[in-house]
């Protein structure tokens, strides 16, 4: 190894430090919710303002289809960040769906455009019922980057300016995943503790309210919350 290259070497290792959190709790330890975000707030240490982030594990069993856990909650505070929608939707209700703030609006013309380009500028995707089976053609597009709607999370409706709305001021949807596991996210670091509070309840109540009737046994295992680049606080589960 040349001179050069031991120096580049050594010099990557510098400024590498790792933060000690054991005087702010314990990674073993589960907390009520007020101090488990109290103790977020203290160990959050980036620049930006982080997202809180919540993780379910559930005693379901994923490959089962009556066991899926998924729904749509509109959290009371929001989540600190606009998402962009598109509305998939019938030329009369174009106006109705601008005005309600979705950011790509359109039928026949948008779903070319998608096929086309391959493009999914957007976090949510809403439809009409009448233009589902139009969507078939870029199904495999939005369905391998989670953006189908579906009627389990109210992205398929007849009244599509009220949903992108309801979007827009913060209702999320939630889906475990093949692992058991929900994770949702319910506001940013700089919220007050107790709109963090209000949205975590709202969410817990609605995870509750999605237990599958063919579910057997412990539903809510276990409850952690972190954010954006955070180790992770557990949850007492209430």
């Given at each position: 190894?040349?001179?050069?290259?031991?120096?580049?070497?050594?010099?990557?290792?510098?400024?590498?430090?790792?933060?000690?959190?054991?005087?702010?709790?314990?990674?073993?330890k589960t907390y009520p919710i007020e101090e488990a975000l109290e103790i977020l707030k203290k160990i959050t240490k980036t620049k930006f303002d982080a997202s809180v982030e919540v993780h379910?594990?559930?005693?379901?069993?994923?490959?089962?289809?009556?066991?899926?856990?998924?729904?749509a909650v509109s959290l009371p505070h929001g989540i600190g960040k606009t998402i962009k929608v598109a509305a998939f939707i019938s030329p009369e209700n174009e106006k109705a769906v601008k005005?309600?703030?979705?950011?790509?609006?359109?039928?026949?013309?948008?779903?070319?455009e998608?096929?086309?380009?391959?493009?999914?500028?957007?976090?949510?995707?809403?439809?009409?019922p009448a233009?589902?089976?139009?969507?078939?053609v870029i199904a495999k597009i939005l369905g391998t980057r989670g953006l189908m709607p579906?009627?389990?999370n109210d992205t398929v409706t007849t009244n599509p300016a009220k949903a992108v709305e309801e979007l827009k001021k913060g209702k999320i949807s939630f889906k475990n995943d093949d692992t058991c596991n929900v994770h949702a996210v319910v506001g940013k670091v700089s919220f007050d503790t107790n709109k963090l509070l209000e949205n975590y309840q709202?969410?817990?109540?609605?995870?509750?309210?999605?237990?599958?009737?063919?579910?057997?046994?412990?539903?809510?295992?276990n409850i952690s919350i972190s954010s954006s680049m955070s180790p992770g606080v557990k949850v007492v589960v209430s």
């Open positions: 190894m040349t001179k050069e290259k031991t120096v580049k070497k050594e010099t990557k290792k510098v400024g590498v430090k790792k933060i000690d959190y054991t005087t702010i709790y314990s990674k073993d379910f594990r559930l005693g379901i069993d994923p490959k089962k289809g009556d066991q899926q856990v998924r729904g005005a309600s703030g979705a950011d790509f609006v359109g039928g026949d013309d948008l779903i070319a998608i096929k086309k380009t391959e493009k999914t500028d957007f976090q949510v995707a809403i439809a009409e233009l589902m089976k139009n969507l078939a579906s009627p389990k709202t969410l817990l109540d609605n995870i509750k309210k999605s237990k599958p009737s063919s579910s057997k046994g412990t539903f809510l295992k």
